[in-house]
């Protein structure tokens, strides 16, 4: 038993660490010639072999047949859409490092976890969000980018964004002890920080998120509120602190303030192009083009207006586009199911103090928002191990007696 715990503590810290790097090998990680992630991933397929192994009989839920039917359907479907339409490296490595490092993860949460491993598991990535943070402020390991963009160990400012949102959600929604005070401190920080990185589907989704926990919480000053921000709109957007503001980092792409760089306006037309290209694949091809083929297969539709992004920012676009209409169907009823289960068991724990089920559901709906917005299938690891939280058959609360 203590040899098994040991193994599982190990496995906590190695996946957290390869959720974080979203790589079995990056070479941004080399000190003195020894590559930290690769030895992060030996022992991280160590341990997880050893729980994988120990896993005696799999009790099928509907919710495990849609996620892990899922995953089945990904790894048949691509290697012969690679046949069809070829195989690139970018491509190669984007499924690889989802298969190997989101879903067993994702399969020993669902079997393996209980109360406590949930909890240390989200604790630990809050540490990985204090420690992006230390070298925001300090600017170790920053690399320098022409926009000015937050950009940590060469990690977009995007994906900083979202684990500053990933602190906010979890000080505010995880069940601790006290400590009220640097909790709301760190918080304050996180935002700022989130804010600076220039990137707006972190921080809408932040103040999307808070919006429905008013209207779900206290819906009796949730109209007072929705007057008071309007009203702080229009102050801002009439007034010269839009401007006062756009000063502080890339806050402007944020806000909108187009008139000052035009970098938001570029962007929200380019988020628009990549929806219509991503449309006219799918008519095209129902059935998919496998991984990494998006970028090609879009340009081929208008040679003369070449897409220089090699995804179209939006996760159920990318799997439809990529592993078919049937893969695209399955992932809106994944997500349809984990947002209905992830809701019910909150409102079903309401009164427990040490339900799990608040910060999951708030989270799920944080993730979903921005795996819409930006990212791809690879960048929205979180997300399936946020759905396999919920999917886990034993209630994540603590009874009172523990």
């Given at each position: ?194 804010l600076i990185s ?23 000053i949730f109209l ?127 009164y427990s103090r ?49």
């Amino acid at each position: 038993m203590r040899i098994k715990n040991i193994f599982s503590f190990i496995f906590l810290l190695a996946a957290c660490a390869e959720l974080a790097i979203g790589r079995v090998y990056d070479e941004r990680l080399s000190i003195y010639g020894i590559n930290l992630s690769l030895i992060i991933s030996f022992v991280f397929f160590l341990t997880a072999v050893f729980l994988l192994s120990s896993i005696k009989k799999i009790i099928l839920t509907r919710s495990k047949i849609i996620l892990f039917g899922f995953f089945i359907l990904l790894l048949i479907v691509n290697p012969i859409l690679w046949l069809v339409y070829d195989i690139y490296e970018y491509g190669f490595f984007k499924f690889l490092n989802f298969i190997l490092i989101t879903v067993p993860i994702s399969i020993i949460i669902t079997e393996k976890f209980k109360y406590q491993d949930v909890k240390n598991i989200f604790l630990i990535l809050l540490g990985v969000v204090f420690l992006l943070l230390f070298f925001a402020l300090t600017g170790i390991f920053e690399t320098p980018r022409p926009d000015g963009r937050i950009s940590i160990l060469g990690g977009g400012p995007i994906i900083f964004g979202r684990w500053m949102g990933f602190g906010v959600l979890a000080l505010f929604f995880l069940p601790f002890k006290r400590m009220y005070l640097p909790r709301l401190c760190f918080i304050l920080i996180f935002i700022i920080y989130c804010l600076i990185s220039g990137s707006r589907g972190p921080f809408i989704s932040l103040f999307v998120i808070f919006t429905l926990y008013l209207f779900l919480n206290f819906r009796k000053i949730f109209l007072r509120l929705s007057v008071l921000f309007l009203l702080l709109v229009a102050v801002f957007f009439g007034t010269n602190i839009s401007n006062d503001l756009s000063e502080l980092g890339r806050t402007d792409r944020v806000f909108l303030n187009v008139a000052k760089r035009g970098g938001s306006n570029q962007s929200t037309q380019t988020r628009y192009e990549l929806v219509d290209r991503s449309y006219e694949l799918m008519k095209k091809h129902p059935f998919g083009i496998g991984a990494g083929n998006w970028q090609i297969k879009a340009n081929e539709l208008d040679p003369t207006h070449l897409m220089a992004h090699e995804y179209p920012h939006n996760l159920l676009f990318e799997i439809i586009n990529e592993y078919g209409l049937l893969a695209g169907i399955l992932l809106l009823i994944l997500i349809l199911h984990v947002t209905y289960s992830s809701f019910a068991k909150m409102l079903n724990h309401y009164y427990s103090r040490s339900s799990l089920y608040p910060f999951l559901f708030y989270l799920w709906i944080f993730l979903l928002l921005n795996a819409m917005l930006s990212g791809s299938l690879n960048d929205s690891r979180l997300l399936f191990v946020t759905a396999s939280c919920v999917l886990i058959i034993n209630p994540l609360i603590l009874k009172d007696s523990e």
